[in-house]
């Protein structure tokens, strides 16, 4: 793993930190658009700052960061801090339906490597999974039965009010798409993050010797499955690389070697996050300061 690091193509490991940026930037035009909705028209720069913040702030402590970048728009340029959380939580809506999107892709265009993984690793077939998945839905059915019969019990618990109160939040929030000025930029932005992703990924393939032959498609496979690394570890830490590793493992690339190709994409990612946050923190500082005065 090591030496496949140390024999890194700089030229391209820089480009993958280029493109992880851009990526943030195209998150901050997005939130920009939706902020327009509520008559909060702050800067590009401003809102793209604000995105940085809050990925630093969630190395550290996972989902903070969302309300640390809503406040610091609050502090700097007046921006509602509950609305503002709104349009967060559109943009995660849009995020989950994006991921499970092209993960329905993921399965239709390797399902040849999932099988394979699933036959190496626990000696069972992609398709053997239907019957599961098919309890699952059995269970939640009843799930579902249980809570219309015994419905307005379980409204009265704690629990129940709290994810109701996220279910109404995460909704609104959903709906204010809908008074997108345009609706279509909006979306043109949520596939440019993706696009920007795959392509990063691409470019952390090219990286390395033993995976620059990998195309598009591995990319595409890579970068939809290292993206579980995230949702479980803050910044997909330790177990993005591991993801990587048995992916590109499918791919017939050296274990050793998708790690070295995980850890290189985290490390492209994170090391623009840490660098452009600080900056950001300075940013948003100085620009109160000058509010104040």
């Known amino acids: 793993m090591w030496q496949s690091l140390s024999d890194t193509n700089v030229f391209w490991f820089a480009l993958a930190i280029v493109v992880s940026l851009l990526s943030h930037y195209v998150r901050g035009l997005r939130w920009r658009l939706l902020g327009e909705t509520f008559g909060c028209n702050v800067s590009k ?11 630093l702030t969630n190395l550290a402590v996972p989902r903070l960061g969302e309300v640390v970048r809503c406040t610091m728009l609050h502090k700097s340029d007046n921006v509602p801090i509950d609305k503002s959380i709104g349009s967060v939580l559109t943009e995660r809506a849009a995020d989950m339906v994006l991921f499970l999107l092209f993960l329905l892709i993921t399965l239709v265009i390797s399902t040849d490597v999932l099988t394979n993984y699933t036959q190496r690793n626990f000696n ?29 019990r379980l409204r009265q618990t704690i629990l129940f009010k709290k994810i109701a109160n996220f279910a109404k939040g995460l909704l609104q929030g959903i709906k204010s798409i809908i008074k997108l000025r345009r609706p279509w930029l909006f979306v043109f932005y949520s596939f440019a993050i993706w696009a920007l992703w795959i392509v990063g990924t691409l470019c952390c393939f090219m990286a390395i010797d033993q995976t620059s032959q990998l195309n598009l498609v591995h990319a595409l496979t890579t970068t939809v499955l290292g993206a579980f690394g995230p ?16 992916v590109l493992q499918s791919f017939a690339i050296d274990r ?24 950001a923190f300075v940013y948003f500082s100085f620009k109160k300061k000058s509010k104040d005065l």
Do not use: H, K, N
């Open 256 to 279: 050793a070697v998708g790690y070295a190709c995980g850890w290189l994409s985290w490390i492209a990612s994170q090391s623009g996050t840490i660098l452009v946050g600080l900056f």
């Open 231 to 246: 949702m479980i570890t803050p910044g997909g830490i330790g177990l993005q690389p591991a993801i990587y590793a048995e």
């Open 45 to 55: 720069l401003s809102s793209f700052l604000a995105v940085m913040s809050g990925y």
């Open 124 to 152: 069972a077939d992609f398709g053997s999974y239907v019957i599961p998945l098919a309890v699952c839905a059995i269970a939640f059915a009843v799930i579902v039965a249980v809570f219309c019969i015994f419905g307005r």
